[in-house]
């Protein structure tokens, strides 16, 4: 063979071998990239061929799709719209999956492993493939009572079952409505896409679960459950100064208001928290020091660590300490101390179920689209940060902050709710954030909340805790009681 012809075989093999594994390198590499990008048009048609599967609450349906008579042959629909977008998200023909529609995507669009059989079944008989479907552990009473009792803030709640773990409300303010995302007319998609985009705050944020706040003055009850595990008791008299200077530094430490806490400039411990005095905890803190505060935050949780439930919980944590001064402002939930209101709620369902952490959880069920049960979440103990001794003291304490301190607001007659109010001051430009955490009936714990307003201004005990009572209210009457 002379060299043009060598030279021109040389170069035809070449480029075989690369087509070669170029092909590979797409439909094995690059496969399930491929077949997940929702530009890919084949397989956008595939899954509007099958019924997506529905995501399920107390028996009805809060997502589901319904039949059409367009190219797209299912449309997906949110009947109740607001009300619970942010666990559901939304489904687009344009933009990728938010919250439950991407976490459980594979069971919905049924694709998940554990449906192989069904499919197998599905090719021979001729049946209509379909997605499975998600039920969730949410009280239909608690959501509603959440969203009426947030109208008008930007905010977050998030109610428990302390001896289970499960999320019985997740709501969050402003929202928006899904459906409009998941129309077939991709003009209206992407300008209502637009505007939200626009809007400020965003409404598809969950802030129950996808932002980290400064918690204010919840985090003495952290603070609290050091003390009394270090030995220290409700009626421990500690320093309760009017004015408290930082050690090292010529800044001043003031109660809300620049009230007095005691005229004897020292209080019980279970006054300080009822009254939530800032110099009493920001020198306790300091006296307990950085490890013990540090060591107890930590084992509630805040540990700068994201987990599942299956949406994405942002960390919470709190942050560097770099002298006694910083200590002091950790101690009274200031500074870097960051926690979703997700975290706060499991603060007070951790003291509620005698110091046992249960891990949260949003999915009940997961169903074949015959409604066979394929998988079922059961309650796990997640962490024990307090023993029930501490627990039972700091329930007095709370209990105290409701019935004769910082959290009246959520008294309901007949029930006794423990409580902490939070009042977290962002800049000198905004307004404050407001808190409340707590459980009810407090000898008898079927529920734990976790309310927070953005900036709303005003006190916790004013602005939050009257919200929780209205969730407590909403899920205790709905249990007979």
């Given at each position: 063979?002379?060299?043009?012809?060598?030279?021109?075989?040389?170069?035809?093999?070449?480029?075989?071998?690369?087509?070669?594994?170029?092909?590979?390198?797409?439909?094995?590499?690059?496969?399930?990239?491929?077949?997940?990008?929702?530009?890919?048009?084949?397989?956008?048609?595939?899954?509007?061929?099958?019924?997506?599967?529905?995501?399920?609450?107390?028996?009805?349906?809060?997502?589901?799709?319904?039949?059409?008579?367009?190219?797209?042959?299912?449309?997906?629909?949110?009947?109740?719209?607001?009300l619970y977008a942010?666990?559901?998200?939304?489904?687009?023909?344009?933009?990728?999956?938010?919250?439950?529609?991407?976490?459980?995507?594979?069971?919905?669009?049924?694709?998940?492993?554990?449906?192989?059989?069904?499919?197998?079944?599905?090719?021979?008989?001729?049946?209509?493939?379909?997605?499975?479907?998600?039920?969730?552990?949410?009280?239909?009473?608690?959501?509603?009572?959440?969203?009426?009792?947030?109208?008008?803030?930007?905010?977050?709640?998030?109610?428990?079952?302390?001896?289970?773990?499960?999320?019985?409300?997740?709501?969050?303010?402003?929202?928006?409505?899904?459906?409009?995302?998941?129309?077939?007319?991709?003009?209206?998609?992407?300008?209502?896409?637009?505007?939200?985009?626009?809007?400020?705050?965003?409404?598809r944020l969950n802030?129950?679960?996808?932002?980290?706040?400064?918690?204010?003055?919840?985090?003495?009850?952290?603070?609290?459950?050091?003390?009394?595990?270090?030995?220290?008791?409700?009626?421990?008299?500690?320093?309760?100064?009017?004015?408290?200077?930082?050690?090292?530094?010529?800044?001043?430490?003031?109660?809300?208001?620049?009230?007095?806490?005691?005229?004897?400039?020292?209080?019980?411990?279970?006054?300080?928290?009822?009254?939530?005095?800032?110099?009493?905890?920001?020198?306790?803190?300091?006296?307990?020091?950085?490890?013990?505060?540090?060591?107890?935050?930590?084992?509630?949780?805040?540990?700068?660590?994201?987990?599942?439930?299956?949406?994405?919980?942002?960390?919470?944590?709190?942050?560097?300490?770099?002298?006694?001064?910083?200590?002091?402002?950790?101690?009274?939930?200031?500074?870097?101390?960051?926690?979703?209101?997700?975290?706060?709620?499991?603060?007070?369902?951790?003291?509620?179920?005698?110091?046992?952490?249960?891990?949260?959880?949003?999915?009940?069920?997961?169903?074949?689209?015959?409604?066979?049960?394929?998988?079922?979440?059961?309650?796990?103990?997640?962490?024990?940060?307090?023993?029930?001794?501490?627990?039972?003291?700091?329930?007095?304490?709370?209990?105290?902050?409701?019935?004769?301190?910082?959290?009246?607001?959520?008294?309901?007659?007949?029930?006794?709710?423990?409580g902490k109010t939070?009042?977290?001051?962002?800049?000198?430009?905004?307004?404050?954030?407001?808190?409340?955490?707590?459980?009810?009936?407090?000898?008898?714990?079927?529920?734990?909340?976790?309310?927070?307003?953005?900036?709303?201004?005003?006190?916790?005990?004013?602005?939050?805790?009257?919200?929780?009572?209205?969730?407590?209210?909403?899920?205790?009457?709905?249990?007979?009681?």
């Open positions: 063979m002379n060299a043009p012809l060598r030279r021109v075989a040389i170069s035809v093999l070449v480029l075989f071998t690369l087509l070669i594994v170029n092909v590979n390198w797409i439909q094995v590499v690059r496969s399930d990239e491929l077949r997940t990008n929702q530009s890919n048009t084949r397989v956008l048609a595939a899954e509007y061929d099958r019924e997506r599967g529905a995501i399920i609450v107390n028996g009805t349906a809060i997502a589901e799709s319904v039949p059409t008579d367009g190219r797209l042959k299912y449309l997906r629909n949110y009947p109740q719209g607001a942010a666990v559901t998200g939304y489904h687009s023909l344009i933009y990728n999956n938010s919250q439950l529609e991407y976490a459980e995507n594979e069971i919905l669009a049924g694709t998940d492993p554990r449906l192989t059989f069904r499919r197998l079944a599905d090719m021979f008989t001729g049946r209509d493939p379909a997605g499975g479907d998600v039920v969730l552990t949410l009280d239909p009473a608690v959501q509603e009572a959440a969203m009426a009792g947030l109208e008008g803030v930007t905010g977050a709640v998030v109610a428990l079952d302390p001896q289970t773990g499960a999320i019985l409300g997740m709501a969050s303010t402003p929202s928006y409505d899904p459906t409009r995302l998941s129309s077939h007319d991709p003009a209206d998609i992407r300008a209502y896409w637009d505007e939200l985009e626009a809007a400020d705050p965003d409404p802030r129950a679960i996808g932002d980290n706040y400064p918690p204010g003055s919840l985090f003495k009850v952290i603070v609290s459950a050091a003390a009394l595990e270090e030995g220290r008791t409700p009626d421990t008299v500690i320093p309760a100064p009017d004015i408290l200077t930082l050690p090292q530094t010529s800044t001043q430490l003031r109660n809300f208001g620049n009230s007095r806490c005691s005229p004897t400039q020292e209080q019980p411990l279970i006054e300080a928290l009822t009254i939530s005095c800032n110099t009493a905890f920001a020198q306790l803190g300091i006296d307990l020091g950085e490890d013990k505060i540090r060591e107890m935050a930590e084992a509630f949780g805040l540990d700068d660590e994201g987990f599942d439930i299956p949406l994405k919980v942002e960390p919470s944590g709190i942050g560097e300490i770099e002298s006694e001064a910083a200590l002091g402002q950790t101690s009274i939930g200031q500074r870097d101390v960051r926690m979703t209101p997700l975290q706060a709620a499991l603060v007070a369902a951790t003291v509620a179920n005698d110091g046992v952490q249960m891990k949260p959880y949003l999915v009940d069920q997961v169903q074949a689209p015959d409604l066979t049960v394929i998988d079922s979440t059961e309650p796990e103990e997640w962490r024990e940060p307090i023993s029930a001794e501490v627990a039972d003291q700091l329930t007095e304490m709370m209990l105290s902050v409701v019935e004769n301190g910082s959290g009246r607001a959520a008294r309901i007659a007949g029930v006794q709710v423990a939070g009042t977290a001051q962002v800049s000198d430009e905004v307004a404050d954030h407001t808190w409340f955490m707590g459980f009810a009936p407090a000898d008898d714990p079927q529920i734990a909340v976790a309310v927070f307003v953005a900036n709303g201004g005003g006190t916790g005990g004013e602005r939050s805790a009257p919200i929780a009572r209205q969730v407590i209210e909403a899920y205790l009457n709905g249990q007979g009681n």
